[in-house]
């Protein structure tokens, strides 16, 4: 496998930027990287939870989950490995079921270049969220 850096960090970058005037959101960063050893369908299945939420700040940051998401399925195209970027509602467990099985069927190798991609696109949102922080902007707990 040949290294390809695929603009992680510029593409971090712009999403932590698009997301810095968002209160609370770009802090979800650190979820982000928690949530990667969990696997990719947990980590494809959080914004659902938040977009599901009453709580507009909840919903912002499912935005944000989304959005990464979005990104990264752009990003592994580029490396011939095809995940889900279906838009699907939190309330339809048929869709969410298939989402799941679609990508508990990729191979191994295919599993482990996503989640080792996903961990270094995380990384760099994270290193973002750092240097974006606005002054006052607290840390939630992970």
């Given at each position: 496998?040949?290294?390809?850096?695929?603009?992680?960090?510029?593409?971090?970058?712009?999403?932590?930027?698009?997301?810095?005037?968002?209160?609370?959101?770009?802090?979800?960063?650190?979820?982000?990287?928690?949530?990667?050893?969990?696997?990719?369908?947990?980590?494809?299945?959080?914004?659902?939870?938040?977009?599901?939420?009453?709580?507009?700040?909840?919903?912002?940051?499912?935005?944000?989950?989304?959005?990464?998401?979005?990104?990264?399925?752009?990003?592994?195209?580029?490396?011939?490995?095809?995940?889900?970027?279906?838009?699907?509602?939190?309330?339809?467990?048929?869709?969410?079921?298939?989402?799941?099985?679609k990508?508990?069927?990729?191979?191994?190798?295919?599993?482990?270049?996503?989640?080792?991609?996903?961990?270094?696109?995380?990384?760099?949102l994270v290193?973002w969220?750092?240097?974006?922080?606005?002054?006052?902007?607290?840390?939630?707990?992970?």
């Amino acid at each position: 496998m040949n290294w390809q850096p695929y603009n992680l960090d510029q593409e971090a970058q712009r999403l932590v930027l698009a997301f810095r005037n968002k209160e609370g959101v770009i802090g979800q960063s650190h979820k982000m990287r928690v949530t990667v050893a969990y696997g990719l369908e947990r980590f494809w299945g959080e914004h659902l939870r938040l977009l599901g939420k009453n709580d507009a700040k909840e919903r912002e940051k499912g935005k944000y989950w989304q959005s990464v998401w979005k990104e990264f399925v752009r990003i592994m195209k580029r490396t011939g490995v095809e995940l889900p970027s279906d838009e699907i509602s939190d309330r339809n467990t048929e869709q969410i079921e298939e989402v799941a099985k679609k990508l508990w069927s990729l191979s191994l190798d295919d599993q482990k270049i996503c989640l080792s991609v996903l961990t270094q696109f995380c990384d760099s949102l994270v290193w973002w969220t750092q240097r974006y922080k606005k002054a006052g902007d607290r840390e939630e707990e992970v």
